[in-house]
């Protein structure tokens, strides 16, 4: 278990001197990226549902903030549905080599931990990197396998998250190994209810964040986990994996941020996608193409993509439509984009969007594949009506590091998350974004939303 | 999923009246049986843990009650509280062929939303019926490869538990399919603490009742969950077995009560020990043997009692203890038995018990593995000092049901238990034995305890 207790060991050494500039500055964006998640999903079927559990099994007010209805309550019901809420409109964080969603699990549980405990700015910051840290590595441990069938975001998510409250706790290492196994054997999430469109991907961020908080606050007051959840004989990768690889835990840890490989969503859908979706809207612009030029799409793409995105025929839901490759394919062609009003008002109900997705297929592409999960790449060929085949391709998606949202952007984007869900007004939005910003003078975290 | 939909059907359709007398008698022996487990953990580590999060997070009040102190909670909390608590004395009930503890799941999860609810005592017997029913067959569907690296108590337990709350919540079949769509997605809990003595035993069956709960509540408000989440193709079996019988999911519903092949638990240890230390007992009192007269014992075991049992080689706390062949061997030749008294006194720290733990050893034999799980055979070998080679075996260990125990022995184990922690007096446990006798007419269950 020489990665685990190394990793261990950095979580526990990590302080706010060390992180580097680009790493403050990024953890406050992705933070920010976060938030507008959050409240986009204010009053958004099955979010409800989670704000009425909070009130029914919580007490009646506490020191930590559910979002979405501005309600106190504990950090343990404040993580579950903030966790829920972020991870609803499909605008979260992903971390590409992981196949991890970070903030929907990492932020949730952090800020309620951090205002329950009434940490400062700085230290929910400091957190919140060690919880992208551990989980992004977490998940790149845990393999392709992994993926086939567990949601990673559910499985290691409660990980990263609990390591997040472990930091502003102030684990030493050896806390920092009995977290691990007393989350570790809590982590779980199947890729299962995707093919009916079913409610659990909200379940499960909200799990994994209460969860990992849970495990925290026991582990500080002396409950003892497994040590050595990750790399045992019968822990996690024994049981849920079939490709790990224990020396990626604890790979360049202090010198490469994973934090900083975190990709923005651009589009509203579910990240799969994206790769293609650009390289469509590179090729059509290119080629100044009009929907009804093309006769057929075929998207060259990586297996989890298949695995992912090939159960979803018809979509049923506006959610399910992104999971649906043609669907979001027929938005870009159509529409021009693959946001959330698109997708509120187009996904289900434009004949032309629907005709656009019976015409997109999938392959799997042994290119791609290999490059896969480190890089994305978009690969599309179109066979336009005319005859002709073009081809369209990408390397770097648009918010990945290396094709990322500026912070004009990321404001922007954040406005019309806000704006999506009505749930605070641009001036308001605007005083967040000031306030996020600066989040590392925030002497407390109660008054910043 | 045919046979997912007839066990949905199955559970929607059970009513009281469909019970025979015996399942209903049996349903409150076990609830006893379980009641004096939770009680008999009062006071003990991690306990007090459980209990300070409850605090922390929870209401100051409420209509459920938190059994090892009192207090009134939440649903959530209570089934979280008193389900670490039932399971850590290693008293609480099991089924062999599913290799699940049914009672510390499904009981902390009814008993608390049938207080939240407002329900009856017949309610609350149904409810449990439903719950080991479902239980047991999901647990002997994921078959032995889940048990080799998943607690099938944590795991299953979620859905047992989550099925006993729908029924008091008296599902509709498709409820029933989200529900355990929603509580199987939640499915965890991994072996690998057991080599470090960690504390995850009761944080499993904790999370299983209050995680159980959870998906119930939340599925009768609306949420939806996978439709075939132990059948499908990235559902549970698929993520966490290699030898799922789907069959055995609905096999001979209604004709065969699976609640009724439960088995009691005598010894105060892990059950895969109880097979070789009643064929221990045996051997030595067939033939008059004293400890000092033995040499070497080796157990024939299944393989299942060597992944459980085969980390632990000289247990450093009374609760890894019950987890060693060897100490439980060494309690019932110095002994004579090996209760909770037993360990507490001497499983640690008597020089005697040690010096035989020893002489033990555990070997795989074909025809007692092969004839698990449906039957647990104790055989072991004795060499003698003097030279002599004895054979004890035994077919079905005390508390099996064709050796079950009577209601006076019942009663006198849950006098013990009581005794054990000091949570209640003699005559205490006396009115509470004389109301779980009579919990068909308990006309709500908030007076009960």
């Not at 969603?101 to 990197?129: I, N, W």
């Not at 439509?321 to 394919?329: C, I």
């Not at 999938?362 to 179109?382: H, I, S, T």
Request: include cysteine; hydrophobic fraction near 45%.
């Amino acid at each position: 278990m020489s990665h685990t207790h190394d990793l261990a060991g950095f979580l526990a050494g990590l302080r706010y001197a060390d992180l580097p500039e680009s790493v403050l500055l990024r953890t406050q964006e992705l933070f920010l990226d976060w938030l507008g998640s959050a409240l986009a999903a204010q009053g958004a079927h099955p979010i409800p549902l989670f704000e009425a559990y909070a009130r029914h099994m919580g007490p009646a007010s506490g020191p930590a903030r559910i979002l979405v209805n501005g309600a106190g309550s504990s950090a343990y019901f404040a993580a579950l549905v903030n966790a829920a809420s972020s991870h609803l409109v499909e605008q979260d964080d992903l971390h590409n080599s992981s196949v991890l969603h970070p903030a929907t699990v990492v932020f949730p549980a952090a800020l309620a931990a951090a205002q329950d405990l009434g940490k400062s700015g700085r230290e929910l910051l400091l957190a919140a990197v060690a919880g992208y840290e551990a989980g992004i590595r977490i998940g790149e441990f845990m393999g392709r396998s992994h993926y086939r069938i567990f949601h990673t975001t559910a499985t290691v998510g409660t990980l990263a998250a609990a390591v997040a409250v472990g930091k502003l706790m102030e684990f030493d290492s050896e806390q920092f190994i009995n977290l691990l196994g007393s989350a570790g054997t809590q982590a779980a999430g199947l890729w299962e209810f995707l093919r009916d469109a079913a409610d659990s991907k909200q379940l499960h961020t909200a799990k994994a964040a209460a969860d990992g908080l849970l495990a925290a606050y026991l582990t500080r007051d002396g409950l003892s986990g497994a040590r050595n959840i990750l790399e045992g004989e019968q822990g996690m990768a024994a049981g849920m994996s079939r490709d790990a690889e224990p020396a990626l835990l604890s790979a360049r840890l202090g010198s490469r941020w994973a934090l900083l490989e975190t990709s923005f969503k651009f589009h509203a859908s579910c990240r799969h996608t994206h790769p293609a979706a650009d390289a469509l809207l590179e090729v059509m612009q290119r080629e100044g193409l009009e929907h009804g030029q093309i006769a057929r799409v075929l998207t060259r793409v990586h297996q989890g993509a298949i695995d992912v995105l090939g159960r979803v025929q018809v979509p049923q839901t506006v959610h399910q439509a992104k999971f649906s490759m043609g669907t979001v394919l027929g938005l870009i062609a159509v529409h021009g984009k693959a946001g959330l009003p698109e997708f509120q008002r187009h996904g289900l109900n434009d004949p032309r969007v629907a005709a656009f997705r019976d015409k997109v297929g999938m392959q799997l592409d042994p290119e791609v594949d290999a490059a896969y999960p480190a890089r994305w790449l978009g690969r599309v060929e179109v066979q336009c009506v005319d005859g002709r085949t073009l081809h369209g391709a990408i390397d770097e998606p648009k918010g990945d590091p290396g094709n990322g949202l500026s912070r004009a952007e990321l404001e922007d984007k954040f406005q019309r998350l806000l704006q999506f869900s009505g749930a605070r007004t641009p001036e308001q939005g605007n005083a967040l974004i000031r306030r996020v910003w600066a989040l590392r003078d925030a002497a407390d975290l109660n008054s910043l939303l």
